[in-house]
């Protein structure tokens, strides 16, 4: 089984997540797109979907699902996407596709977020996959020095702006132990918008796609 087909088999067991009637938080990426095809199969039962990204936005919007604006609403039940990274505990690490902000935003909103990945994903410590941070483009020299002081290597994304208009550091060499604190420090640094460790708000379940079947955590 190849590791598209894994991706595949858990965005699409993601679907019975999905209420009816309701409006869908959407993450990004690969995985997602997975579950957005799937979601195109039941668009008439759901209202719609709030998005993550401009990406997502304009897969949803192909396959014919309303996407909402965020502030027009005020309840997500569920909201599906993919990491990175992922410890037992469902801590994550997220931003790969740069995403990471809205990810965190749209997040926050929803009862459930289930998150859904191959089974390359799963990890015992966080931080062998290079800890995405979003920065005000200003603030990138003085937060990647206090990123060292954090004890992680820094590494500008070059070429890559953000759909806020940010550019992202990639922190190299970190071995997270402790995912709630260092989120909170990294946020704490003037000129960060957010990093893409999604501790404080982890996974509500895990959808792994392996060679054996969906496995749920
Ligand atoms: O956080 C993300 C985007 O910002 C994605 O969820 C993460 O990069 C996983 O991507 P994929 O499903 O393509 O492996």
Same mark, same amino acid.
């Given at each position: 089984?190849?590791?598209?087909?894994?991706?595949?088999?858990?965005?699409?067991?993601?679907?019975?997540?999905?209420?009816?009637?309701?409006?869908?938080?959407?993450?990004?990426?690969?995985?997602?797109?997975?579950?957005?095809?799937?979601?195109?199969?039941?668009?008439?039962?759901?209202?719609?979907?709030?998005?993550?990204?401009?990406?997502?936005?304009?897969?949803?919007?192909?396959?014919?699902?309303?996407?909402?604006?965020?502030?027009?609403?005020?309840?997500?039940?569920?909201?599906?996407?993919?990491?990175?990274?992922?410890?037992?505990?469902?801590?994550?690490?997220?931003?790969?596709?740069?995403?990471?902000?809205?990810?965190?935003?749209?997040?926050?909103?929803?009862?459930?977020?289930?998150?859904?990945?191959?089974?390359?994903?799963?990890?015992?410590?966080?931080?062998?996959?290079?800890?995405?941070?979003?920065?005000?483009?200003?603030?990138?020299?003085?937060?990647?020095? #206090?990123?060292? $002081? =954090?004890?992680?290597?820094?590494?500008?994304?070059? !070429? %890559? &702006? +953000?759909?806020?208009?940010?550019?992202?550091?990639?922190?190299?060499?970190?071995?997270?132990? #402790?995912?709630? $604190? =260092?989120?909170?420090?990294?946020?704490?640094?003037? !000129? %960060? &918008? +957010?990093?893409?460790?999604?501790?404080?708000?982890?996974?509500?379940?895990?959808?792994?796609?392996?060679?054996?079947?969906?496995?749920?955590?």
């Amino acid at each position: 089984m190849t590791q598209d087909e894994m991706k595949k088999a858990a965005g699409w067991a993601a679907l019975k997540y999905v209420e009816e009637n309701t409006i869908v938080g959407v993450g990004t990426g690969s995985t997602v797109n997975h579950f957005i095809d799937a979601l195109g199969t039941i668009k008439h039962d759901i209202k719609g979907a709030v998005s993550s990204s401009e990406a997502s936005t304009e897969k949803l919007k192909s396959l014919g699902i309303e996407v909402y604006d965020l502030n027009s609403v005020s309840e997500i039940g569920v909201y599906v996407d993919g990491a990175d990274e992922i410890n037992n505990y469902n801590h994550m690490i997220k931003g790969g596709g740069a995403a990471l902000t809205r990810e965190k935003i749209v997040a926050a909103v929803a009862d459930k977020f289930i998150c859904i990945v191959d089974n390359t994903k799963n990890v015992d410590i966080l931080g062998e996959f290079p800890l995405p941070v979003e920065v005000i483009p200003m603030a990138r020299s003085y937060v990647a020095r #206090e990123l060292v $002081k =954090l004890g992680g290597d820094p590494v500008y994304r070059e !070429g %890559v &702006v +953000t759909d806020n208009g940010n550019v992202i550091l990639d922190v190299h060499n970190l071995k997270i132990i #402790e995912p709630r $604190k =260092l989120e909170e420090q990294i946020n704490a640094i003037v !000129g %960060v &918008v +957010t990093n893409g460790l999604f501790a404080n708000r982890g996974a509500d379940a895990v959808l792994v796609g392996t060679p054996e079947g969906v496995k749920t955590l």
